[in-house]
């Protein structure tokens, strides 16, 4: 189906994708990068303002000052006084005179210069192209096509176009990100003697970009008191380049206002991923950071400057596996437990009447109502009485009889959606319940058996409070109890508390996800047919 | 039910012994010894002796902190519960709109709700540090602040953050149940909607509030007792500091009875805590019995 009507709005979207490249080409050839260097520095002590000294030394700033304007730089001089009163009473004054030079440059710039910046800016650049060759590719002779009439090459095409746009919007906080650290704390730190790796590889760089290279050895000093700053005028790329990915998504499907409302979900979604993300990331990074990097914001980066994969090795000489055994131990002996004791009482309750039926639901639901914090003192005295109190067997029985309302819940959901003709057809070929239940429910049950199973497990794994109250043998504690060592009250070893709490967490999530599907609709469905 | 499965009266209650006497012993037990003991006097080094009346509760009602523990638990309760609910559920109706990726982004949206509440405070105890927390770095390294933060210049912002974390921790919970409701609407229901002419707020209003209702009292029933009952989070961040400023009710009876060795006041604020969470039981029996009468 032609239409010419298509038209106009497919040029106009085109049009939009070519306007926002352009403009964020304009802006990154802008000079949006500042950096205020120190390129040099005279010290004149006994000088006071105005006289015969300070009016030579002046001079020959100037001089300087002078030459470096000669070449094009623009100098600003500056001095400051340093006025004290000595031991004899005399007053003193140095006067610090400096030359500094403003340069700034533009963002395109640093291409070539094998800053790390560099290549995510020539990997922007060239997705900025590439979005520009596919929309054209996939508009020319194409315009007065409806979007869903587009053929395949067409569609991929302009498909192409605005996922290059997106990758190289993605791109623009991380080209920011890795500037402001490399140019505002990064040579800071090899400047102050802080960093070693590295420096100068960065010297020769950072002299390639400001000083075209005549800085030569000079550089440490003229870095010494570098101050860089970037313009507000930069994060303008995200609205230009926004503007040519919602219109190359229209080019592809259609109205700007179902396209824009695609962008927002897909930008909403990003975005709680990246906030549910951050903690993990955190936790990962800094668990391969060496401890002085842990404790210093300047040595953060997005990754740790150096993988210090030993924090693995040193937490396994620090209990870990105990502690991890005595989790498993834990959870695997309450989840055994809860379902040898959840399986017959759910059965009954689907598959049976009795007197009492709803008395018992009441006190599943009941029990279900408490954790055991609330119960704390009652429970340590319980145990204090079964003498089961700091042993690995007390905490899986609470953790099974804490967990008992919940594995009930879902088993019974579970068995009530399974027809029972084929266990009633077991029962009359002479199967004993016991038979019909194991042999013939169960398999048919399983998924969600192993839904209450995994969940069961997950919640006695993640137990904390109980443990801190039952257990004071360091032999005994489960892990989310053990990682609590590495954080005293004056040290807090973050880099082995979090190595441990990666162990700990990665089997649990990769758990839980499997179960989360039929989790949800176990836990509504059981709430609510009560 | 007539099954042939029933062939004994008493054989049910066998099925539901192994069940009954676990969660009697190691449920039901300890409430019962918390009720005991909170009409008992109990010295400080824990020797329980004779029947006190109601003196226990007079103690736990005139400590000092008696008042801001209660403030801050209602605080938190709201807090976390209300925020955590309305955002899961923004959450869950844009994660079940079709995109590309929806399957990623669900089991990315599991982390918070599988990961043991000690770790997650912690790596946020990290993250919110001012002289070297990951949040002041990150903005110093975007360029967004110019000079660190200090993310925890008073108890009060400390409180905050703590509701936060307990926030993050929630809403992955919220957005599932409601999610898994927003599953059971049929999708003609809508197309019959669109036919009358109603608008997104309307068939928000009209369609999918009223069916994912269910769902939503069950999570936010469950979530008030869940958050009423949680520990780690407070204690973890601030161990109630400065001067239980920042508890929750289940911190502080845990400092009362198990760090100052006051177990007498501790057991009657733990019965307190418990009728408060009957109350809420009941409420929520209620509501599942009346709407089993109304099917």
């Not at chain 1, 055994?325 to 959840?342: D, F, I, K, P, R």
């Amino acid at each position: 189906m032609k239409n010419p009507e298509l038209v106009g709005p497919n040029r106009r979207a085109l049009l939009l994708v070519i306007v926002g490249i352009a403009l964020s080409l304009i802006l990154l050839r802008m000079p949006l990068y500042s950096f205020d260097a120190c390129v040099y520095t005279k010290k004149s002590p006994n000088t006071f303002v105005g006289d015969e000294k300070y009016q030579n030394v002046r001079a020959e700033v100037e001089g300087v000052a002078e030459e470096y304007r000669a070449q094009g730089f623009a100098c600003e001089i500056g001095e400051e006084v340093l006025e004290r009163v000595n031991s004899k009473g005399e007053t003193t004054s140095l006067i610090t005179f400096t030359v500094t030079e403003r340069l700034a440059k533009s963002p395109l710039s640093l291409l070539g210069m094998g800053f790390a910046s560099s290549w995510v800016l020539g990997l922007m650049l060239a997705l900025l192209g590439l979005a520009l060759v596919c929309a054209l590719a996939g508009s020319v002779g194409g315009m007065d096509l409806v979007h869903f009439r587009l053929d395949k090459r067409r569609a991929f095409l302009r498909g192409a176009a605005a996922a290059a746009l997106l990758a190289a919007l993605l791109l623009v906080p991380v080209f920011i990100l890795m500037n402001n650290y490399a140019f505002s704390r990064q040579i800071g730190l090899y400047t102050q003697g802080l960093l070693d790796a590295g420096k100068d590889a960065m010297y020769a760089k950072m002299d390639r970009l400001l000083f075209e290279g005549r800085m030569g050895d000079g550089i440490e000093k003229a870095l010494g008191g570098l101050r860089a700053g970037h313009s507000g005028l930069l994060w303008m790329l995200v609205p230009a380049m926004l503007l040519s990915l919602l219109a190359a998504v229209q080019l592809r499907h259609g109205s700007i206002r179902s396209s824009a409302l695609k962008a927002a979900l897909y930008f909403f979604v990003v975005v709680v991923c990246v906030i549910t993300l951050y903690p993990y990331y955190v936790m990962t990074i800094t668990a391969f950071r060496s401890n002085a990097e842990t404790l210093d914001m300047y040595f953060l980066h997005l990754f740790p400057t150096k993988w210090i994969w030993s924090n693995l090795a040193d937490i396994i000489h620090r209990g870990v596996p105990r502690y991890l055994l005595n989790s498993l131990l834990v959870a695997g002996g309450a989840t055994v437990l809860a379902m040898l004791c959840g399986i017959p009482a759910a059965y009954a309750m689907a598959r049976m009447s009795f007197k009492g039926k709803k008395a018992f639901l009441g006190f599943v639901i009941m029990s279900q109502m408490f954790s055991p914090v609330v119960l704390l003192i009652g429970i340590s005295q319980l145990m204090n009485t079964l003498h089961l109190n700091d042993s690995v067997l007390g905490l899986m029985l609470i953790n099974a009889a804490f967990n008992q309302a919940f594995a009930i819940w879902l088993l019974r959901g579970t068995f009530v959606s399974i027809s029972p003709e084929m266990e009633q057809a077991a029962l009359i070929d002479g199967c004993g319940t016991v038979g019909a239940l194991t042999r013939v429910l169960i398999p048919m049950a399983a998924p969600g058996i192993v839904t209450a199973l995994i969940f069961v497990f997950i919640n006695a794994w993640n137990e904390y409070t109980i443990a801190t109250v039952l257990i004071s043998t360091a032999a005994n504690r489960p892990i989310t109890v053990g990682i609590t060592q590495f954080s005293s009250f004056n040290m807090i070893e973050w880099q082995y508390l979090f190595a441990a709490s990666l162990v700990a967490t990665i089997p649990v999530v990769i758990l839980f996800m499997s179960i989360e599907k039929h989790l949800t609709s176990g836990l509504t469905s059981g709430g609510v047919k009560g | 039910m007539n099954s042939p499965l029933n062939r004994h009266k008493w054989e049910p209650y066998v099925w539901l012994l192994p069940s009954i006497l676990l969660i009697a012993v190691f449920v039901v037990f300890p409430i019962l010894i918390v009720f005991k003991l909170s009409f008992s006097e109990i010295s400080k080094a824990g020797v329980i002796g004779g029947y006190i009346g109601f003196q226990n509760y007079k103690d736990a009602v005139s400590l000092p902190a008696f008042k801001t523990v209660m403030l801050n638990t209602f605080w938190w309760v709201l807090s976390v519960v209300g925020i955590s609910t309305l955002l899961g559920f923004i959450i869950a109706l844009v994660f079940n709109q079709k995109f590309h990726g929806r399957k990623i982004a669900r089991a990315i949206l599991v982390f918070p709700w599988a990961t043991s509440l000690v770790i997650q405070a912690s790596v946020w105890n990290y993250i919110i540090k001012y002289e070297y927390g990951s949040l002041n770095s990150v903005l110093l390294n975007l360029g967004i602040i110019k000079q660190a933060i200090n993310w925890r210049s008073s108890y009060q912002i400390e409180f905050i953050w703590e509701c936060g974390v307990g926030i993050f921790v929630t809403v992955p919970f919220v957005a599932f149940c409601v999610l898994s409701g927003l599953q059971s609407i049929d999708g003609s229901l809508y197309e019959a909607a669109t036919v009358d002419g109603a608008g997104f707020w309307s068939k928000l209003f009209r369609i999918t509030l009223p069916m994912v209702r269910p769902s939503l009292t069950v999570s936010t029933v469950l979530n008030i007792i869940y958050v009423f009952n949680s520990f780690p989070i407070v204690y973890t961040m601030t161990k109630g500091a400065p001067a239980n400023k920042t508890d929750t009710m289940i911190t502080y009876l845990y400092m009362l009875s198990f760090y100052e060795r006051r177990k007498g006041p501790a057991t009657a604020l733990s019965v307190i805590g418990f009728l408060i969470l009957c109350a809420c039981a009941g409420i929520y029996m209620v509501t599942v019995m009346r709407k089993e009468e109304e099917q």
